[in-house]
Every structure is written in structure tokens, then in C-alpha cells.
């Protein structure tokens, strides 16, 4: 199995300030033939499921905001919150679809300094 | 809107079968426009995370997870706009929030649409 590591495990922020996780995949997640990273990031409040933010490790979901975005490539990635609002309170993941089975990251949370 | 729904027993014993369904409303999944989904199971635990379970498409192919691939069933019920999922022998390590959701690209893609989810608890 792809083993998913995230840093850091927790995070503290001040409002309007940058807010940066990392993810990081013990293997490629590039397939060369469509030029793709198969990753995807997740946010996920108390009480409610996962909420599907970026795939393709840089494609935004719909209806997700701007300042939410991915980078990175092969086995490094990175999820920024550009200006942290108070709504962005959560644990975020990170998740491979490169191969079967599909893992997660452990997760990082993200809260208001 | 593709809206999922779990439901089934919040307690279940131990070496029994656990047994769920996610009813999916907003679009019928044997229709065309959904061939994109698969449908999968995910289940999360404090001790464990997010752990993938299984998958099927709509024609009844499953893929699963093969740390749990002996113990589990999914089946589809097109008629009804159903999926189910059958775990066998569970134990305390069962315990968890069990979602249901729809993947794209494949039977192991990334996860845009979920159910909110039915919480299992194994306990004699």
C-alpha cells in the first residue's frame, strides 16, 4: 500500500495569514502517460463527513474558494490556504488514488491562533 | 444533487455480520450520467483514520480492500438506487463511522460526493 504522510499533525494560524500542510506519498503518484498526480485533499469539520477541496493535486473542486489551493508533484504536495478565515477550522487530508487501495494521510488540524 | 444516505444497526456484537445500505437520491445510478461513480464504502476510526473498505459500479463489479477483502460483501440494488455492504466476524476493531460515497475515476478515485455518515459500534 502507498503509505501518505502529512506534516505537521497540527497547525496554528492567525486570521488572514497563510496556512500551508504538507503531504507527502512513499511512492509517485505521476503517471507519465496523461501527465496527472493522482492526489486529492480533503476538509472535514466535527460531525460532518469529508469535503472533497482539490484533485488532481491541483484542481480545484467546485464551489470551493479561491484561497484553497494545491501543488506539487510524484511524491511531494502541498495544501495552501492563502488568507485563513474562521471557517476554515477543520482537519484536513490528504489521499492517493494512484493505486488500489486508495490511503489517506493522517491528517492535520488546523486551528485559529 | 447527488445526496447519500447510510443506514443500519448502531450496535453490533461481536463475530456477528454487520450489515449497511446507502440509499442514493437526486439521480438514479443506473443511469448513463452516472457511470462515472463507483460506489464505495469508507469508514473512519479513531484509532485507524480513514480506511477505504470497498467498492462497486453499478454493474455489480467490486473492487475491496485486501486487509478486509475475507470479511467483505458489497452488493448493488439498482431497482431500489442502493448500495449495501456486508462485514463478517466484526470485533471491537469494527468500531467506527461508516460513510458511503460516490468515487470518480475509478474504483479507488478520489471521493466528491459523501453520505454524512452512520456510526457502528461492536459490543457484546
Known amino acids: 500500500d502507498i503509505v501518505m504522510t502529512q506534516s505537521p499533525d497540527s497547525l496554528a494560524v492567525s486570521l488572514g495569514e497563510r496556512a500551508t500542510i504538507y503531504c507527502k506519498s512513499s511512492?509517485?503518484?505521476?503517471?507519465?502517460?496523461?501527465?496527472?498526480?493522482?492526489l486529492g485533499w480533503y476538509q472535514q469539520k466535527p460531525g460532518q463527513p469529508p469535503k472533497l477541496l482539490i484533485y488532481?493535486?491541483?484542481t480545484r473542486e467546485s464551489g470551493v474558494p479561491d484561497r484553497f489551493s494545491g501543488s506539487g508533484s510524484g511524491t511531494d504536495f502541498t495544501l495552501t490556504i492563502s488568507s485563513l478565515q474562521a471557517e476554515d477550522v477543520a482537519v484536513y487530508y490528504c489521499?492517493?488514488?494512484?493505486?488500489?487501495?486508495?490511503?489517506f494521510g493522517q491528517g492535520t488540524r488546523l486551528e485559529i491562533k | 444533487q447527488l445526496q447519500l444516505q447510510e443506514s443500519g444497526p448502531g450496535l453490533v456484537k461481536p463475530s456477528e455480520t454487520l450489515s449497511l445500505t446507502c440509499t442514493v437520491s437526486?439521480?438514479?445510478?443506473?443511469?448513463?450520467?452516472?457511470?462515472?461513480?463507483?460506489w464505495g464504502w469508507i469508514r473512519q476510526s479513531p484509532g485507524k483514520g480513514l480506511e477505504w473498505i470497498g467498492s462497486?459500479?453499478?454493474?455489480?463489479?467490486?473492487d475491496y480492500n485486501p486487509s478486509l477483502k475475507s470479511r467483505v460483501t458489497a452488493s448493488v440494488d439498482t431497482s431500489k438506487n442502493q448500495i449495501s455492504l456486508k462485514l463478517t466476524y466484526v470485533t471491537a476493531a469494527d468500531t467506527a463511522v461508516y460513510y458511503c460515497?460516490?468515487?470518480?475515476?475509478?474504483?479507488?478515485?478520489?471521493?466528491?460526493?459523501w453520505g454524512k455518515g452512520t456510526t457502528v459500534t461492536v459490543s457484546s
Open positions: 460515497a460516490g468515487l470518480r475515476t475509478s474504483s479507488y478515485g478520489y471521493m466528491d460526493v
Open positions: 511512492r509517485s503518484l505521476l503517471y507519465t502517460y496523461n501527465n496527472k498526480d493522482y
Open positions: 462497486i459500479y453499478y454493474s455489480g463489479s467490486t
Open positions: 489521499q492517493q488514488y494512484s493505486s488500489s487501495p486508495p490511503t
Open positions: 437526486g439521480g438514479s445510478i443506473s443511469d448513463t450520467s452516472y457511470w462515472v461513480y463507483y
Open positions: 488532481w493535486a491541483s
